[in-house]
């Protein structure tokens, strides 16, 4: 069965910051890999996802994720963070032998201080 | 608007009561998913459609949970004999399965919140 670590649960940064939120996942075979975002207040929104090709992925709002095979590894990245990235943060794996399921790892709340 | 859209957004029942909750995915969307958050934790998966078929619900957390989607647009999550473990989030999302098949982005409603007294 696949499974997901978010290993930082909490974190908090002053604005300008740099960001990065670890996610490993267990599974041998191919993945699609995803971030989630949920704002306070809103519904789950789709950062980034990667499908296959260059490990490296941009999403929307300077966010990036880096998809290391070797590590079973898909961790968040943001060079400056701003008090508007306040919110959760999940990282998400559906596996290609697994049907339509997300595999969600258990979030990482981001405070980010004015 | 026209995201996923769920009803109703609050829900609080005494144990022992029945509940159903709906969804209404995005309109062309042709996959429909179910997942349960719990305080602190990611969404679990619990069931999901292709059209009206109900593909994978070996994931439902007992045989008090079932779900439906009869004419392959809109979907009900129904509980019955609620326990006080029941309370959580209940999320929907849909997709568009294409030809690369499971390379789909599911997209997310605002989740029925249950509070079982």
């Known amino acids: 069965a696949q499974s997901v670590s978010q290993h930082n649960h909490h974190v908090i940064l002053s604005e300008a910051a740099s960001l990065e939120l670890g996610c490993n996942y267990s599974?041998?075979?191919?993945?699609?890999l995803f971030w989630y975002v949920q704002y306070p207040g809103q519904h789950l929104q789709l950062l980034l996802k990667?499908?296959?090709?260059?490990?490296l992925v941009k999403g929307i709002k300077g966010f990036e994720a880096e998809f290391i095979k070797s590590k079973f590894s898909f961790n968040l990245r943001k060079p400056s963070v701003q008090w508007s990235d306040t919110a959760e943060y999940f990282c998400?794996?559906?596996?290609?032998?697994?049907?339509?399921?997300?595999?969600f790892g258990g979030g990482t709340r981001l405070m980010v201080k004015p | 608007d026209t995201g996923v859209s769920q009803d109703p957004r609050h829900k609080i029942t005494k144990r022992g009561q029945n509940v159903t909750f709906r969804c209404d995915p995005i309109?062309?969307?042709?996959?429909l998913y179910w997942y349960r958050q719990t305080l602190g934790q990611g969404p679990e998966f619990l069931t999901y459609?292709?059209?009206?078929?109900?593909?994978?619900k070996s994931r439902l957390l007992s045989d008090r949970f079932s779900a439906e989607r009869p004419k392959g647009s809109f979907s009900t999550l129904e509980i019955q004999r609620t326990e006080q473990g029941d309370s959580a989030m209940y999320l929907c999302?849909?997709?568009?399965?294409?030809?690369?098949?499971?390379?789909?982005?599911?997209?997310f409603g605002p989740g029925t919140r249950l509070t079982v007294l």
């Open positions: 998400a794996v559906n596996a290609w032998n697994a049907g339509n399921m997300l595999t």
């Open positions: 999302a849909s997709s568009l399965a294409g030809r690369e098949g499971l390379r789909n982005e599911q997209f």
């Open positions: 309109s062309e969307h042709n996959r």
């Open positions: 599974y041998g075979g191919t993945v699609n």
């Open positions: 990667y499908f296959s090709g260059d490990p």
């Open positions: 459609f292709q059209n009206e078929a109900q593909l994978e």
